[in-house]
């Protein structure tokens, strides 16, 4: 799978949206860009997932580039409940689906 | 409905001691994970079992450490000999298909500590 750089932290002000960037320079055709995330002392959590089109769903917008070299996941109205550690995981579609986590973003929402 | 849930959610362990971690799946899923995370690092996959078939071992760090799904639900992961470098949260996932589209639902994860 290939690898993704993603920035250590970022911040975010309560209510306003939150976009959290990722390169993954090297992902192949049939890989697809997963977002989980990790609120302190509990298990990570799906977010979405994308192969080339734009996602959206309830919780989030995940904005795939054309040449798939890089993606932004965009929380519209972020809460104090969204701090957490964001991590952006490339995954081939054929695999049974191991998670190849990386460092991931701490995002931090302020009052 | 109920999600993944693991047991216990702390363990502490002296040096040497053998401890065994439960996991239990959500009911259905076919394809449960384990996971190891060390303080201030990201997850990192130990095993993939598919049912009852442990068809990917090759994150588990040492012969010390063991898994086991004997009739496809329910999952130990077991650590013979313990050492201090094993102190880590364990967290177990399970996804309801085969293929990789399926996301992973996780637990709470066991926080072990080796004293």
């Known amino acids: 799978d290939a690898k993704t750089t993603q920035p250590p932290s970022m911040d975010c002000a309560e209510g306003r949206a939150a976009n959290l960037p990722c390169n993954h320079s090297?992902?192949?055709?049939?890989?697809?860009v997963y977002w989980y995330r990790q609120i302190h002392s509990q298990g990570p959590q799906y977010i979405i997932h994308?192969?080339?089109n734009n996602e959206t769903n309830e919780m989030a917008s995940l904005i795939i580039t054309e040449d798939r070299k890089s993606s932004t996941l965009i929380l519209p109205h972020a809460t104090l409940r969204d701090t957490a550690v964001y991590y952006c995981?490339?995954?081939?579609?054929?695999?049974?689906?191991?998670?190849?986590f990386g460092q991931g973003t701490i995002l931090t929402v302020h009052p | 409905g109920a999600g993944v849930s693991q047991s216990p959610r702390y363990k502490v362990a002296k040096r040497g001691q053998d401890v065994a971690l439960r996991c239990d799946p959500i009911?259905?899923?076919?394809?449960l994970f384990w996971y190891q995370q060390a303080l201030g690092q990201g997850p990192e996959f130990l095993t993939y079992?598919?049912?009852?078939?442990?068809?990917?071992k090759s994150g588990l760090p040492s012969d010390r450490f063991f898994a086991e799904r004997p009739e496809g639900s329910v999952s130990t992961l077991k650590i013979q000999r313990t050492q201090q470098e094993d102190s880590a949260v364990y967290l177990c996932?399970?996804?309801?298909?085969?293929?990789?589209?399926?996301?992973?639902?996780f637990g709470p994860g066991t926080r072990l500590t080796v004293l």
């Open positions: 996932a399970s996804s309801p298909g085969l293929a990789g589209g399926n996301e992973q639902f």
């Open positions: 090297t992902i192949s055709g049939n890989e697809y």
């Open positions: 994308g192969l080339k």
């Open positions: 995981i490339v995954r081939g579609g054929t695999s049974y689906g191991k998670l190849t």
């Open positions: 009911s259905g899923h076919v394809s």
């Open positions: 079992f598919q049912n009852e078939a442990q068809l990917d």
